[in-house]
C-alpha cells in the first residue's frame, strides 16, 4: 500500500505543477488556430474532429484503464442528444439543469449495466456492447412518438445557455471555442483520476485482476466505474452535438459510429489520454481530403494503421 501511496502522490504533485502548463499551451494552440483558420469549411470540420473527439476519448479511456475496446459507444453519445431534445419538449427544467443531468444519468445507467457486462473481457465484451448499441438504435427507430424514428427530431433551446447566447454556441467558432475549453477540462479530470487510489487500482485490475481480488479488492465496481465514466465521456460530446446541431437521428446510433470512434482512438493510440482527440482531428482531416479524391477512403485509411 505504501508504494501506492507514494505513486499516488507523485502522480498527484505532476498534475499540478506540469500538467496546466501542457493544458494552457493546449488552449493557446487552440485560439491561435481559431484565429488564423479563415475557411468556414476547415473550421467546421475542426469542430466536428472536436465533439467526436469526446466520444473517440470515452472509448479510449476503456481502453486504457479497462484494456477493454466498445463497439456500442455509439449509444451514450447519441442517447446524451436524445434525452436533451425530448427533455426540451416534455420537461419543464432549465436546460442548463437537464444536460448535467442526462450526463449523470446515462454514468447511473452505464453503471448499471457494468455490474452485468464487465464480468466477462475480449470479444465477447465487444460483442455484447455491439448489441446493446444496436438494441439502442433499433429502439429509437421503434419508438417514433418519442424519438421521431427514422425522421429524427429537433431541439428547441433557448435563446441563452449558462449565459451564453445560442447564436454564439451553435456557430462554427463558437462551438469550437466551447467543445476546446470543456475537452481540455475533461482531460485534465481524467488525467487527475488516474492519480488516484481508484485510478491506480483499476490499472492494477486491467494487469492482473486476480491479484486484485486476492487483496480484497471489488474489482467488479471499479471496472463498472471505469465504464460509466467513459460512457460519461462520450454522453458530454452527445449534448455539445444536439446543441451545434440542433437535430439529431437515428444514424447518430448505429454500430458505424462506434466503429468510427474506435478507429479515431486507434489513430491517436491510447497511451497518452489525449491520444484518441488527435485520433479524432486526423480521421476528420484524412475523411475530408481523402473523400474528395475516392470512395473508399476508409481502405486507404485502414492500410495505413
Known amino acids: 500500500m505504501s508504494m501506492g501511496k507514494k505513486k499516488s502522490s507523485v502522480g498527484s504533485r505532476n498534475f499540478f505543477i506540469a500538467k496546466p502548463f501542457w493544458y494552457g499551451a493546449a488552449l493557446i494552440i487552440g485560439l491561435l488556430l481559431w484565429v488564423s483558420v479563415d475557411s468556414r469549411v476547415a473550421m467546421s470540420l475542426m469542430s466536428q474532429s472536436l465533439i467526436f473527439g469526446f466520444l473517440a476519448l470515452g472509448v479510449g479511456f ?15 453519445f447519441g442517447m446524451a442528444g436524445y434525452c436533451v431534445a425530448i427533455a426540451l419538449k416534455h420537461v419543464d427544467l432549465p436546460t442548463e439543469v437537464v444536460i448535467p443531468l442526462v450526463i449523470l444519468g446515462i454514468g447511473l445507467v452505464s453503471y448499471l449495466i457494468g455490474l452485468v457486462i464487465m464480468r466477462i473481457e475480449g470479444i465477447a465484451f465487444a460483442m455484447l456492447t455491439l448489441a446493446i448499441g444496436q438494441g439502442v438504435y433499433v429502439s429509437s427507430l421503434k419508438l417514433r412518438d418519442v424519438t421521431g424514428g427514422a425522421d429524427g427530431m429537433l431541439a428547441k433551446f433557448p435563446a441563452t445557455l449558462y449565459g451564453i447566447k445560442m447564436s454564439f454556441l451553435q456557430s462554427q467558432d463558437g462551438l469550437f471555442i466551447t467543445a476546446l475549453i470543456i475537452l481540455l477540462i475533461v482531460v485534465a479530470l481524467l488525467d487527475a483520476f488516474e492519480g488516484t487510489h481508484t485510478g491506480i487500482l483499476a490499472e492494477a485490475i486491467r494487469e492482473n485482476e486476480e491479484r486484485a481480488q486476492f487483496l480484497s479488492y471489488k474489482t467488479l465496481h471499479v ?63 484524412f475523411r475530408d481530403w481523402l473523400g474528395d479524391m475516392t470512395e473508399h477512403w476508409l481502405g486507404i485509411l485502414g492500410s495505413s494503421l
Open 62 to 76: 476503456l481502453v486504457r484503464l479497462g484494456g477493454l475496446v466498445s463497439f456500442g459507444h455509439a449509444a451514450p
Open 223 to 285: 471496472r463498472a466505474l471505469v465504464y460509466a465514466i467513459s460512457a460519461m465521456i462520450a454522453a458530454t460530446g452527445g449534448c455539445l452535438y444536439i446543441i451545434y446541431q440542433s437535430f439529431i437521428a437515428p444514424e447518430i446510433l448505429h454500430w458505424s459510429m462506434s466503429g468510427s470512434a474506435l478507429i479515431m482512438a486507434i489513430l491517436g493510440g491510447s497511451s497518452a489520454i489525449w491520444g484518441p482527440v488527435s485520433g479524432a482531428i486526423v480521421y476528420f482531416l
